[in-house]
């Protein structure tokens, strides 16, 4: 069962406002602020935007005279929702040093009383269809917080640690194998009844695939390092021209977060500076990445209806998995209507999805239907390679 679906909202509220604030209470106050690259947002902006959406999609119109924490707060605190109306800069939100994160604290707690004593009062079917939007927001902010903290640390030159014993990449893999795929007609996509689900998992429908072979095992550190000793890096026959590109303006000889220091690889985790050990599961890899050690491996990537078929074989959930799937509109998808329609559909161009879920997901937030989208440059994200056999 989604956490949104469960039937006492109001402690499913509760509880998803208390797990943000818990990801944060090991930050500093400085570490709340800094934004060091533009797709990172800082913690301090996350406990901002989602608490902004339930006042703004919740409270303004449902609460009967409710007044607004702060004026500014609509204009500081919108990510992207132009039917809401100006927003700050992407871009521009690690310069945003006020209000305060005492402030923003405040703004949590206003909101969330207001919120407690709506919820008490009984949900109609628009309400709750929208709390449960909020909630599954919140719960991707939640992964987010993680990973742009990650982000933050890991581009301090000291590498602080986060947690002692919160690494979250040091699993292996508990299965092995192939897995075999018949060809035929298959159906993917969320079901109409199936609980909460975001609207570009719709709609359900057919799907052809011919017969093929998925690894039910991650790609290992490991092997990673063989692909790069191999010189893998100024190889171009092995890259996408678009990564061919990424690679030489960028100068990437790795994924994010490993770094040689006297012959040895090292990564940064949320526990620190550790050895890389060949036998855990790989992170950090940008699709172009995972591209080229499919091909350096004379294997392929799965298509994401080929990953969803195969997926209740899989032994899926530690990282997400980068797929061949461009993100495209399902069959008859119809973006909804105002500014919850600008949650996904828009984004549906330049874009490579992502299946699964990952060591950061928040609990009860994974599903086999979720479909995760991400530029193919991106290496931030807890994300992983499984292979599919060439044929």
Known sequence: ????????????????????????????????????????????????????????????????????????????????????????????????????????????????????????????????????????????????????????????????????????????NTSQGIIGIDEGVYEIGAEANSGFTFDNEHNRHKVYVNAFEIENKLVTNGEYIDFIKSGAYSTHNLWLDDAWAWINENKINAPMYWHKIDGQWFHFTLSGLQPINRNEILSHVSHYEAAGFAAFAEKRLPTEAEWEIASPKLDWGKRWEHSGSAYLAYPSYKKPDGAVGEYNGKFMMNQMVLR????????????????????????????????????
């Open 1 to 172: 069962m989604n956490f949104a679906d469960q039937p006492d909202y109001l402690r499913s509220y509760s509880d998803l406002r208390r797990l943000s604030e818990a990801i944060c209470a090991p930050l500093y106050i400085e570490d709340h602020v800094p934004q060091p690259a533009a797709f990172v947002s800082p913690p301090k902006w996350h406990l901002a935007h989602t608490t902004w959406f339930f006042e703004e999609f919740i409270l303004k119109p449902y609460k009967v005279d409710y007044k607004v924490f702060h004026e500014d707060f609509s204009f500081m605190f919108n990510s992207y929702y132009n039917t809401i109306g100006k927003r700050v800069f992407r871009a521009d939100r690690g310069n945003m040093t006020r209000p305060s994160l005492e402030h923003v604290h405040a703004y949590r707690q206003y909101v969330d009383q207001h919120m407690q004593g709506l919820l008490k009062q009984g949900l109609s079917n628009q309400l709750l269809s929208l709390l449960k939007i909020g909630i599954n927001h919140e719960q991707q902010h939640q992964e987010l917080l993680i990973t742009d903290l990650k982000y933050i640390l890991g581009h301090n030159p000291l590498f602080p640690i986060y947690k002692e014993q919160g690494a979250l990449v040091n699993d292996t």
């Open 356 to 391: 699964g879920a990952s060591v950061a997901t928040s609990p009860m937030h994974s599903r086999n239907t979720y479909r995760n989208f991400f530029q193919p440059n991106l290496q931030w994200q807890f994300s992983g390679i499984r292979l599919v056999k060439n044929g």
